[in-house]
Structure formats: C-alpha cells, structure tokens
C-alpha cells in the first residue's frame, strides 16, 4: 500500500466523513503538551459545543486531564457528579455555593464529624427530627450549644440525663415550673425524714413515760419540748409533748396520758417550732432566740481528580499545523498532533467514545473548550475531581444527585454554615456521633426545635440529680404542687430534722356582722386531724366596739382561750401584735421560747397547742364594727391526713 503526503491544512471538518477518527487509530498521547505549541488552541478552536456528551468515553475525564477551576456549575449535566466521583476530601468550603447542599443531595451517614466545621450548623440547617441520640459524640453538646427551651422530649432517651450531666447549681428556681413537684414525685418515707428529729421502738412505758435502752442521749431533759409521735399499735396517730428525759434510766416522760399503757410500739420524735416575728413585720427585727422559720454523584471513585487536573492554556492554535504524511488505510498509532488543521475536529467528526482518558495529555482540557452539559457521569473516571477541579460555587443543589456526597466525600471543616441549605441536613444524612460540642454554634438549638414538655421524668436516670446540680434555694414554694406531700409519706419512721413552719392566714375587718365581729363565734381556722399549731395577731387599722367594753379571745369550742388570752377590742391598734397571754404591744421583740415556765402547765409549750377542734375567734358583750386584723396560725401535722385552712 503506498502513501502520499498531506499538504498543510488539507484535512479539515470537510474532508473527514462523519465517525471516520475513532480511539482505534489515535495513538496514545498523540496529541500532548509537547505537539501543540502555546496559544494554539483557543476557545475559537472548538466548533460550538464540539466536545458533548456523546464524544467522550467513559472514565476519559481523569484527574490529570483537568486543569484547575476548569469546571463550572453550567459545565454539568444534573446528577452527573455522583459519591465515586469525588476523591477523599475534594470538596471543601471555598468550592461550594451558599445553600448548595440540602437533604436530597446527601447521603445516609454522609456527614461524620470531621467533616463539619466548627460553628457550621446553626437551627435553621437541621430538620426538625433530624438529630437523634447516636448522632452526638460522647461530650458533644455542652452549655453554649443549647438555646433555652432547646431540647424536648422525642429529643431525650430515656435514661440519658444522669447526675453527671447536670452543672452545679444547674436546676434552679426558673427552671422549675409551678406545681413540677407533685406526690408521685415524692419518696414514701420523704416527708418523714424531712420530719422527724428520730425514730426508736420502746422496751416498755406506762401511758405517759416511754423506756427505750436506744436512747443514748447523755444529757438531762434532752428531748424536753419536743413531740412523741406513737406510729404503731393500739396507740398509733396519737401524739405528747415531751417534759422530761432521764439518760439514766433511758425514759421519756411526755404529757397528758395516752389512752393505752406503752408496750413495743414504735415512735418519731417531732422537733418544736420556732417562730419569725420578721415575717409579721415585713421589717429587720432583732435575731430570733433558738430558731427560725421554714423557709451522591453516579460511578466515579473517590480520589481520581486532583487540583492539577489542568494545564492552563495547554490547547492552543499552533498545535494544529500539519507536517506529517497520513495513510491512506491509517494504522494505529498512525496520526499523530500535526495531522491535523485548524478545527478539523468538530463534533461530527468524534465518533462515540473515541476520546478515551489516555487521548488527553495533562492538564490538556480547561474550562473554555467544555461545552455546557457536556461531561456526564460517564465521561468522569472515579476519583477524577479533587478539591482544586472546581470554581469557587461551581457545585449548586440542582448539580448533585441524590445520595450523592457521602462521608468521604469531604475533607476536615469542609461544610461551613454557608454552604448547607435550611434544613438541608436530616437524621439519615448524620453518622453516629457526627455531632461535636464544637459543631453547633451558641444557642444552635433554640426553643422552636423542642417540644413542649419534651423533658419528662423518664428522660432521668436514677440519682441524676445530686445535691450538687440543684442551686440553693432552687425548690421554692411555687414550684411543689398542692398537696403534693400526701398520706403515704407520714407513716414511714426515719431521722430528719422540721421546723414548724406552715402558715396560714385569716384577715377579718370588722363590721359587727356575723363572722365580721358579732358577739359570739367568729371562725378563724378549720381544723382537720390532729394538728400542732399556735395563733398570733397583727393589726393594720385600730379596732372599734359598738358600746362598752367588747372584748375577744382565740381558742375552741372547748376551751376559748386555748391559744390566747382575753383582751379589750379597742385596746388592739394598728401596727400592734397579740400573742398567747400577751397584751397587745408594738414591741419589735414580742416573745422568746421559755420551756421551762411553759412546761408546768404540761398542755401547752412556747405557746404551741395539739389541737383537733376548729379555731375561732369570740367576742363578748358587744360587736366588734370596726377596724382590720390578721390572724397568723403556724402549724405542722401530727396524725395522717391532717391540715388547718382559713375558715
């Protein structure tokens, strides 16, 4: 067969038949950086979208082949870019568009840890639902990552939170809603341990002394003043105040008589009282004596594209000049880069996949010569796009394929807060333990991410929170719910230490009504159960009588004046106190404890009575019609069930 020689810039789109340039007849490397001079190919060198789709084989497109930045978001086909596509840690924050990734786009366990930036999920990139508890790494959300009201309930295991998660003085006041604190709350044997000075079971007794050898106490009248309380046997509920201790003989002397003689029963000791004349006033008085009151992108493999993919300009005009002879029957191998004149190659000419990976000399195809659309899935060799491949924003979400991008897709603090679309991230894109105390941004998860009453008793583990996560003073009255101490918690024995200290008040302003003032029974309180309590007043404008002389007393039914002693209406005035046996005084100092004055009497100690009748106020001679009083009553449950109101 022989040969004839090519005139320069004879062979053109023209003189080629459609298909007649396949992979088969073009060396490898033929057209390389070396045969084409500088500045020969140019944008105008590529007919209009020469290079399609259709002309390049698969896997052609490696990381060698591409110069950096030479791919655009309008040089891929949607879904072209697929998880083979990318090498390990290829896409990092400056190449992706704000808002570019969103949940279609990522791939189930996708995003782990190191490919978060630090602050780069902020509330409005997390679906609602999205982080479940094996996303979070040991230790990964601490306090600056959590807005209040944050966390809600569907958001908590059960068992998650234990005493170790809670900071000092973690639990106060504010976070405690009204009424948290309600019975079932409660332990059993609670209250009884916040009662109860001690417990004990007597050897023996008579109906007002208890013989116990337990009673190691080593001083005279130890327990004076204080209250017995019988919790077992045919004495159990009934209640004495205590007048004598002897350590000697270990025996408890109490007044008045029970109505069975002591056997083995069980028994608590209740502490006594003691009284804040502060919380009368509502002014600084002196110091109270001896107490207080309570108070993916399709096939192509990671790592193939690298950033030195491309040459710039590496394709220029003069690399088209032609000075080698072509056979008529070429063989392979047998045409070379000279062969060919100035946009002899068009679209047309390439037959499908015939530009294989080995046809591109490095860096040989920058951004100019690819036609929008024109590299697909299958033009790309897995790993041929590295980090450096890509224009800054060059990838938006209608690029990536679903699934696309999974875990090694990014490099370390890739995807910053920029880069994700609102609730672009979702519970199947996270891998266990994505989520780092460094990945959220203060306050991240705010109170529209949790659900109301989210925290709920079984999102606690056992013993979670200790003294130390409580602040002092956090537990404050709002927050236990009414009747929240309930039956059950009376009836345990344990050793605990009370101050009498439940209040609860009657203000009358007198009209000479019935119940303002009449003469006769003014109820003052209702007394239910047996209760210990004592009764003080305060007035705020000066009383008055309808004639001479009114007088009035506080007691019972039984005994009027069981709490305090008779007195002249109008000699109580205003910003004046009345107490026990006490005339009415304005004296900031009203009353000390005196147990042993008080002892003699045996029914009545530092002005504190066992009482089960109801309380009132009687007047005698004529009406009370004018002036303002309040009656204080302090009171603490002796028997089960028992309790005071304001009548």
Same mark, same amino acid.
């Given at each position: ?8 810039? @004879? ?41 399609? #789709? ?45 808002? @570019? ?9 996708? =995003? ?174 002196? #110091? ?81 010569? =690819? ?20 224009? /800054?924003?060059?990838?938006? /979400? ?43 941004? /203060?306050? #991240? ?72 003032? /009449? ?83 045996? @029914? ?38 028992? @309790?005071?109101?304001?009548?």
């Amino acid at each position: 067969m022989g040969f004839f020689p090519v005139v320069n810039g @004879s062979i053109s789109s023209v003189t080629l038949a459609v298909g007649a340039i396949t992979a088969g007849v073009i060396a490898t490397d033929a057209i390389g950086a070396a045969e084409v001079a500088d500045g020969t190919i140019t944008a105008a060198t590529f007919a209009a979208s020469a290079i399609d #789709a259709t002309a390049i084989a698969s896997n052609a497109i490696d990381a060698d082949s591409i110069a950096a930045n030479a791919i655009t978001d309008t040089k891929i086909n949607a879904g072209a870019i697929t998880s083979a596509k990318f090498a390990a840690g290829a896409i990092t924050n400056t190449v992706l568009a704000a808002g @570019s990734i969103d949940a279609t786009v990522i791939a189930d366990n996708a =995003i782990d840890a190191g490919a978060i930036a630090t602050n780069a999920i902020t509330d409005t990139k997390i679906n609602a639902g999205a982080i479940t508890a094996t996303k979070f790494a040991a230790g990964a959300i601490d306090a600056t990552a959590i807005a209040a009201n944050a966390v809600g309930s569907s958001q908590i295991a059960a068992g998650a939170i234990t005493a170790a998660k809670f900071g000092a003085g973690a639990i106060d006041a504010t976070a405690i809603a009204t009424g948290a604190i309600d019975a079932d709350a409660l332990a059993t044997d609670a209250v009884t341990e916040i009662r109860s000075l001690v417990s004990g079971t007597s050897d023996s007794g008579t109906t007002t002394t208890v013989v116990d050898a337990a009673r190691t106490e080593a001083d005279v009248d130890y327990w004076k003043g204080d209250v017995i309380l019988f919790t077992s046997g045919n004495v159990s509920g009934q209640a004495r105040l205590i007048t004598a201790f002897d350590p000697v003989l270990d025996t408890i002397t109490f007044a008045g008589a029970l109505t069975q003689p002591i056997t083995t029963q069980t028994y608590e000791i209740l502490g006594a009282g003691r009284a804040d004349i502060q919380l009368w006033l509502g002014t600084v008085v002196n #110091a109270l004596v001896s107490g207080r009151v309570d108070a993916s992108v399709g096939a192509m493999a990671a790592g193939v594209v690298t950033s030195a993919s491309f040459a710039a300009g590496a394709i220029d005009n003069a690399a088209f000049n032609v000075t080698e002879t072509l056979t008529a029957n070429p063989a392979a191998g047998g045409i070379v880069a000279a062969s060919f004149g100035a946009n002899a190659i068009d679209a047309a000419a390439i037959a499908a996949g015939a530009i294989d990976a080995l046809t591109f000399a490095a860096g040989a195809i920058d951004a100019t010569a =690819i036609a929008t659309n024109a590299i697909d899935a299958d033009a790309m060799a897995d790993g041929a796009i590295t980090a450096l491949t890509f224009a /800054a924003g060059a990838i938006d /979400a209608a690029a990536i394929a679903n699934g696309a991008i999974d875990a090694l897709t990014f490099a370390a603090g890739a995807i910053d807060a920029a880069a994700i679309a609102t609730n672009a991230i979702d519970a199947d894109a996270m891998a266990d333990g994505a989520i780092t105390a460094l990945t959220f941004a /203060a306050n #991240a998860i705010d109170a529209t991410a949790i659900a109301a009453g989210a925290i709920t008793a079984a999102k606690f583990g056992a013993g979670a929170i200790d003294a130390t996560a409580i602040a002092t003073g956090a537990i404050d009255a709002d927050a236990i719910a009414a009747n929240a101490i309930d039956d059950t918690v009376f009836d345990e024995s344990a050793q605990a230490q009370v101050t009498l200290g439940r209040r609860v008040i009657k203000s009358i302003t007198f009209t000479g009504g019935a119940g303002l003032g /009449a003469v006769g029974s003014n109820a003052l309180f209702t007394v239910t159960g047996t209760v210990l309590c004592r009764v003080m007043s305060t007035c705020s404008v000066d009383l008055t009588e309808a004639g001479a002389t009114a007088t009035i007393v506080v007691g019972t039914a039984t005994d009027t004046n069981a709490f305090m002693a008779q007195i002249n209406a109008v000699d109580f005035d205003i910003n004046e106190k009345w107490v026990a046996s006490s005339a009415p005084t304005a004296s900031p100092i009203l009353w000390r404890t005196n147990l042993d004055a008080e002892a003699a009497a045996a @029914s009545n100690i530092a002005g504190w009575v066992l009482c089960n009748e109801n309380i009132i106020l009687t007047v005698g001679a004529q009406n009370v019609n004018g002036g303002t009083a309040a009656f204080i009553c302090y009171w603490t449950p002796v028997t089960s069930g028992s @309790s005071i109101v304001a009548a």
